[in-house]
């Protein structure tokens, strides 16, 4: 079972940045794949990033290419989440989450753990 922690949210203002951290508890969490994804109010939740087990493959969702960059650190047991120029729309509950895979996925039945999320706010 791994537990997934994450970290960093808060309110900040447009063209603001935060960083996320997600924290495992599982020691071969460099076998997973991680990824983020978010809840807005009202809506479904999407996804926003993935990471490979070893960090060499990325991808994103449209909307935050060129302002999110998802990164791990595998001696850390840490996924982490920067996010520049950020925007009202990106107001959101962030969840990452971990799955046996090697590039990970935008499909969230893909991943097996959870976190259980972490609220971002951005004012206009």
């Known amino acids: 079972q791994v537990q997934l922690v994450e970290s960093g949210g808060g309110l900040v203002q447009a063209g603001g940045s935060l960083r996320l951290s997600c924290a495992a508890s599982?020691?071969?969490?460099?076998?997973?794949?991680m990824g983020w994804f978010r809840q807005a109010p009202g809506k479904e939740r999407e996804f926003v990033a993935r990471?490979?087990?070893?960090?060499?493959?990325?991808d994103y969702t449209n909307s935050v290419k060129g302002r999110f960059t998802i990164s791990r650190d595998n001696a850390k047991n840490t996924v982490y989440l920067q996010m520049n120029s950020l925007k009202p729309e990106d107001t959101a509950i962030y969840y990452c989450?971990?799955?046996?895979?090697?590039?990970?996925?935008?499909?969230?039945?893909?991943?097996?753990?959870w976190g259980q999320g972490t609220q971002v706010t951005v004012s206009s």
């Open positions: 990471i490979s087990w070893s960090g060499g493959s990325t």
């Open positions: 989450a971990a799955g046996r895979m090697y590039t990970g996925a935008i499909s969230q039945s893909q991943y097996n753990y």
């Open positions: 599982e020691r071969t969490f460099g076998t997973y794949a």
